[in-house]
């Protein structure tokens, strides 16, 4: 009963397999163990998978109604819809409006798991993602810079290629007024920040690097997925920029990568990143420039 997930060929990952006793916890049950057995039942995911397809259906790259989805969040999980979604994919289950009511009292109590639920499928193609991302880090060789393109430029096409990424957007922005997506939101980042940290902790071991002092990994990390998330809403967006090269399999945030590694891994000269900054750049801007015989371009 598993899901299309859009991961441009990696190993797919199986929400059908985690257990939602967890995850889904607004149903209408009073003891905790009809609870979790019914937020695992195939109805109940089947129901929660039809509210992904539609997700995909409206978020996905070319969705008619991304304007109208946009505007309205999550207006368009109307029960109707995902009964006959549900009804359209999972006909032997016989989901009906009763057996949907049966599960959650309320619209908003439905809501409020499949934001939750969406957001464990996301932290799952993103973990199944990076360990794909690991083992080609692993399996590189000596060269650092393609290796962090290559992963770059998949980790770009990802995000263009997430439904899930556009409905985490859509939830961030309602964040501040919906305390149930915020804390969604809240235990997301903080899986993806591991997952994150894992696959960095990777890449220095594999390449061993060190940081230079005064420099935390964790500040890497928060640094690296910040790059991510704000050039993938670039490149959703649309616009008319180099964000990536299909071409030769590069990316901007590949670029960034390199950038921000080559500045903040102590390369032997034992110097903080601000003495760094004053040695190279300091130093270079006491130097007069040689009109004709630099090449490189200039701010």
């Known amino acids: 009963m598993g899901t299309d997930n859009g991961t441009s060929g990696l190993a797919a990952f199986d929400i059908d397999a985690v257990d939602l006793s967890e995850t889904v916890t607004n149903l209408s049950r009073v003891k905790s163990k009809n609870r979790a057995r019914l937020a695992n039942s195939d109805l109940t995911r089947a129901f929660l998978n039809a509210a992904l397809s539609l997700t995909d259906h409206l978020l996905g790259p070319g969705g008619e109604d991304s304007a109208e989805v946009a505007r309205q969040s999550l207006a368009y999980l109307s029960r109707p819809r995902i009964v006959g979604r549900a009804r359209e994919a999972y006909p032997e289950l016989v989901p009906t409006e009763a057996k949907f009511r049966d599960r959650w009292a309320g619209q908003q109590d439905f809501l409020s798991d499949f934001v939750a639920y969406a957001l464990k499928a996301r932290e799952g193609y993103l973990r199944r993602a990076i360990d794909a991302w690991a083992d080609e880090l692993a399996c590189s060789g000596g060269d650092f810079a393609s290796a962090i393109h290559r992963v770059a430029f998949e980790g770009m096409s990802f995000i263009a290629d997430q439904p899930a990424y556009r409905l985490q957007l859509l939830l961030t922005a309602s964040a501040e007024a919906d305390p149930i997506a915020a804390e969604a939101l809240r235990q997301l980042y903080a899986s993806m920040t591991a997952a994150w940290f894992g696959l960095y902790r990777q890449v220095v071991e594999r390449f061993g690097l060190r940081l230079r002092a005064g420099v935390r990994a964790q500040e890497v990390n928060i640094i690296l997925q910040s790059l991510a998330e704000g050039l993938g809403l670039r490149v ?21 990568a390199l950038a921000l590694l080559s500045s903040l891994v102590d ?29 490189s371009e200039v701010f």
């Open 267 to 295: 390369d032997g000269d034992g110097l903080t990143l601000a003495e760094s900054a004053n040695e190279r750049i300091g130093h270079s801007m006491r130097i007069p420039s040689d009109a004709g015989g630099n090449s």
């Open 236 to 256: 959703l967006a649309g616009v008319e920029e180099p964000l990536v090269n299909r071409t030769r399999g590069t990316s901007l945030l590949g670029t960034a």
